[in-house]
């Protein structure tokens, strides 16, 4: 429970702040921006610094840069400084993913949000309930990550279509054998027992670190598969 709870105040916390953000970005005001966007819509000057300026590196690699300083630091800082640390990082996160808003319909993103909860529940169940030992799925999971991303770096400074298909459709089956193989880690993490209650909440706070990124991958690779731009 306080795996889930954890990681669904992060997932809230993310697309509020991805709203919000893609929000100041656009105006109708041709007068006040800097850049247009698109028929009637134009991006503010906190839009072009986000998404068309050198600064959109570092809000593209910061989550990744975020994860690294939290596996770092988890030993050494108390449960309630982890717990403070992952909802910054959703926070970050959703600054980092706030450009789907201006791809994307609404409407298609949240219908791959609930097509991506459903499917997420489903594996996450599975995982849990299920009496096979897939732990053997972590290092070629893990390893098909690392590909997802040098081949996601690539794809940025040489665009091509086909690539972006294969990494999308490729990242789906990633990270829906991450979320079950996650789910039976993370129970099998709680069936051994803690030391104490700090090492418990320490636990559980990982846990929807790991379960929360399963679901934004698995999430925006099916956006890109089957949203419909604007």
């Known amino acids: 429970s306080k795996v889930y709870g954890t990681m669904s105040v992060g997932m809230l916390i993310t697309f509020a702040a991805a709203w919000a953000i893609s929000g100041l970005a656009v105006t109708s005001d ?17 839009g072009q610094a986000l998404y068309a300026s050198p600064l959109k590196w570092v809000v593209m690699f910061a989550p990744l840069a975020f994860v690294f300083g939290f596996g770092a630091a988890i030993n050494r800082i108390s449960a309630a400084s982890a717990q403070l640390m992952f909802y910054a990082f959703a926070l970050v996160m959703g600054l980092s993913i706030s450009s789907i808003f201006l791809v994307y319909t ?50 940025m400074f040489f665009p091509n279509p086909a690539l972006t298909f294969a990494i999308s459709a490729i990242g789906v089956l990633i990270f829906a054998g991450l979320t079950a193989y996650d789910t039976q880690k993370i129970k099998m993490i709680g069936q051994a027992g803690f030391a104490d209650e700090e090492h418990q909440k320490k636990a559980a706070i990982l846990g929807a670190l790991r379960l929360y990124l ?8 099916l956006l890109r598969l089957f949203g419909n731009r604007e």
């Open 30 to 46: 041709p007068a006040g921006a800097t850049m247009a966007l698109r028929d009637g819509q134009y991006l503010t000057g906190l």
């Open 106 to 155: 609404g409407v298609s993103i949240i219908q791959v949000f609930l097509i991506t909860s459903i499917a997420f529940a489903g594996l996450s169940i599975w995982g849990y309930t299920t009496k096979k030992d897939i732990s053997a799925w972590g290092s070629f999971l893990i390893m098909g990550v690392i590909g997802l991303i040098i081949a996601s770096i690539v794809s």
């Open 214 to 221: 399963d679901f934004i991958n698995l999430f925006l690779s």
